[in-house]
């Protein structure tokens, strides 16, 4: 028995490592380990009333803290009853929109992209590709300044709260943030074009099972009530919530979800399959000329649906402005709430796939909590993809192990799940 | 010309938000990287080198498994001097808010009710109760700035310095409005500053992130909440968020002076 043993070391909310197990010359077993450290969120926020969940949920995650805060906030005032007036909703979005700029540009630019353009690492990468490593920073750092300026902190900034905000943009602000949008459409465009020529290995012939958020209007976008699946289904929030399987995997610390004993995947490629053709402008015009057959069967193709979210997130950030500045100076609202008892299910698109955060509150308390991230969504299909990929190779080429590594570790990546950093080591036994 | 420091940057159990605030501050990154000789970061480089002794270590997260506790001592042994970085290294942060209910197992299981392989699982505790930890860098997340002030103290081999006042502080220089006189729960005189009081400055009470500052004036915390109608079991609720196992010390405090 030969077994491989990568330990990637990604950031898969902390660590994941890779098994191989060969018998034979044959494929035998795979498996994506999880051996992170627990910290228990669903028990921290019982007893908290409901600013204080706030205050807890986004610290999950640093990279997706503002898709943590609106899926908990989107839950907590279906239970309160309150309604927020559109313009709130749309400073919301522009805060969603540079999480999803930052997200999208730290991994596609300098996690993935370097595995395609054959570097170790971004570093390396500058020193043919010096433009593109630059767009992805000045992204990125756009994506940080719009949270910074609109939740008061690059991350778990606590301006964005129930009924709206503590403190409103001013014009100017506002001004200053659809200058820097408008510089850099023109330059995603070019990377989303570089992104396009990458070669993608093909896998089998399966096709996937992709699920997302359905935006209430015909546009495209990150939030919604119902749920579309790519077998035709659509169900409310609620009801999909219920029937995600849940299986416990000793080997994670992770849980694996699955739809119908099926894998599914969430994320940018799912989104871009299901609402592409929602699309307007440049982004519309990119996914035109993207989009084939094969995307539904490769999850490697999710870097080229970020290359164009990032396009539409740009776009929409300009459009969202041009809204906003219209309400502009936003009237302070303060919200009270006399009742806060029942439950309900949040949920927003984060840039790696649909997170669900479900609550139950008795007499303004939390008593129960359940959140469902996107990377435990992915898991099952990130493992039967593994599989396949390893036993095409094996046919192929027999056991390399270079091979099965590198290859593994790009069918990781594209899935993002968190951060995925590009260094490894690797030990076999 | 001067040799350059070894330094390494860790995480253990956490959100990974204050080694991402290093990363996310592209504009001074390059001259931190320049500036030593990085022996291991695994969030932003594939190089390392377990076996080189370091002159510093940077450390995020809290200890959450047995496993964790074998490296954080073998980091130790290793380095001239170890700085925990973050709430969560510091006094156990966030998932260290029921370290003093003994309750962990309970609570885990109801999360994992399945048997766990892959590690042994503790309750979370800050680094010092593990290893002698010579600075902390406080905050969820750090603040860059802070950090880089210390940062460069470090490499010119002269102690931490964190701001010896509150938030409160902070607050007044903002001119802001005290959200304690509207009645509603701010820890900001309790909390170490260094955050540029960013919550108060939104009209959001302060929720403690940075840890408690020291040197508190309870009395008169507890006078004016009392004043305010803000009850002592809120209050605890909301020190207890953040502030891991300094929590007790603080609460033990204020019960005795009310």
């Not at chain 1, 205050?55 to 239970?79: F, P």
């Not at chain 2, 070894?6 to 253990?12: I, L, S, T, W």
């Not at chain 2, 820890?187 to 919550?199: D, E, I, N, Q, S």
Request: aromatic share 10%; charged share 25%; proline share 4%.
């Amino acid at each position: 028995m030969k077994k491989i043993k990568v330990d990637l070391v990604t950031r898969v909310e902390g660590h994941g490592n890779i098994y191989i197990e060969i018998y034979k010359n044959k494929f035998k077993s795979i498996k994506f380990e999880i051996p992170e450290g627990p910290r228990l969120f669903e028990t921290l926020v019982v007893n908290k009333n409901p600013e204080e969940v706030l205050n807890i949920v986004c610290r999950i995650c640093a990279i997706c803290n503002v898709s943590h805060r609106y899926s908990a906030i989107r839950a907590l005032e279906k239970i309160g009853n309150i309604k927020v007036p559109h313009e709130i909703i749309l400073l919301r979005d522009l805060a969603h929109y540079g999480e999803m700029l930052e997200s999208h540009a730290l991994h596609l630019f300098f996690l993935a992209l370097p595995d395609f353009l054959g570097f170790p690492d971004a570093v390396n990468m500058a020193q043919k590709f010096p433009d593109l490593v630059q767009i992805g920073l000045r992204i990125k750092k756009f994506g940080n300044f719009l949270m910074e300026k609109i939740l008061g902190r690059m991350m778990h900034g606590e301006n964005m709260v129930i009924g709206g905000f503590g403190r409103y943009l001013t014009a100017e602000e506002l001004m200053d943030i659809k200058k820097e949008a408008e510089q850099l459409l023109p330059e995603a465009i070019k990377s989303w074009e570089i992104t396009r020529d990458l070669h993608y290995t093909t896998f089998g012939e399966e096709s996937m099972l992709f699920v997302c958020l359905k935006p209430p209007t015909d546009e495209y976008g990150f939030w919604g009530d119902e749920i579309l699946i790519s077998n035709g289904e659509e169900y409310l929030v609620e009801k999909f919530y219920s029937l995600i399987e849940e299986k416990i995997i000793p080997h994670s610390s992770a849980k694996h979800a699955y739809y119908q004993n099926r894998p599914y995947m969430v994320g940018a490629l799912a989104r871009m399959s299901l609402l592409g053709e929602r699309l307007h402008n440049a982004s519309a015009e990119a996914f035109k000329k993207s989009y084939s057959l094969s995307w539904i069967r490769n999850p490697l193709y999710n870097n080229l649906a970020q290359a164009i979210e990032i396009i539409f997130s740009l776009e929409k950030v300009i459009s969202t402005v041009d809204e906003l500045l219209k309400k502009t100076p936003l009237e302070e609202t303060l919200i009270t709430y006399q009742k806060f008892n029942g439950k309900a299910v949040g949920s927003v698109e984060a840039p790696r796939g649909t997170l669900f955060h479900y609550y139950e509150f008795k007499n303004k308390k939390c008593v129960k909590a359940n959140l469902i991230i996107p990377t435990a969504q992915n898991y099952a299909s990130i493992e039967q993809h593994l599989k396949i990929c390893a036993c095409n190779i094996i046919k192929k080429f027999g056991v390399k192990e270079d091979e099965l590594i590198d290859e593994s570790e790009k069918i990781i990546r594209a899935y993002d799940p968190c951060i995925s950093c590009s260094c490894h080591i690797v030990r076999i036994s | 010309m001067e040799k350059k420091l070894k330094v390494g940057f860790y995480e253990f159990t956490g959100c990974a938000g204050d080694l991402l605030t290093i990363v996310h501050n592209e504009d001074y990154l390059l001259k931190i990287w320049n500036s030593i000789e990085i022996v291991s970061f695994r969030l932003a480089t594939s190089k390392r080198n377990e076996k080189t002794n370091l002159d510093i270590a940077f450390i995020e997260g809290s200890i959450t498994s047995e496993e964790q506790i074998e490296e954080l001592k073998k980091i130790r042994e290793k380095s001239k001097i170890l700085v925990a970085l973050g709430t969560c290294a510091s006094f156990g942060g966030l998932q260290s808010m029921y370290s003093h209910a003994g309750d962990f197992l309970t609570r885990f299981n109801s999360v994992y009710p399945h048997k766990f392989t892959i590690l042994k699982p503790l309750e979370s505790k800050p680094l010092e109760n593990y290893v002698k930890i010579d600075y902390f860098i406080p905050g969820c997340p750090i603040d860059f700035k802070l950090f880089l002030f210390n940062f460069i103290r470090l490499l010119r081999n002269l102690p931490v310095e964190l701001p010896s006042y509150p938030v409160c502080l902070e607050c007044k220089w903002q001119e802001n409005n005290c959200l304690l006189l509207k009645r509603i729960p701010c820890l900001g005189p309790l909390t170490r500053a260094g955050c540029t009081a960013r919550c108060p400055t939104n009209n959001l009470p302060c929720v403690g992130c940075f840890g408690p500052y020291e040197d508190l004036n309870i009395s008169s915390w507890l006078k004016i909440s009392q004043e305010n109608n803000i009850s002592f079991k809120e209050l605890e609720k909301k020190i207890r968020l953040f502030w891991g196992i300094k929590a007790k010390e603080i609460l033990d405090q204020l019960k005795n002076k009310k």
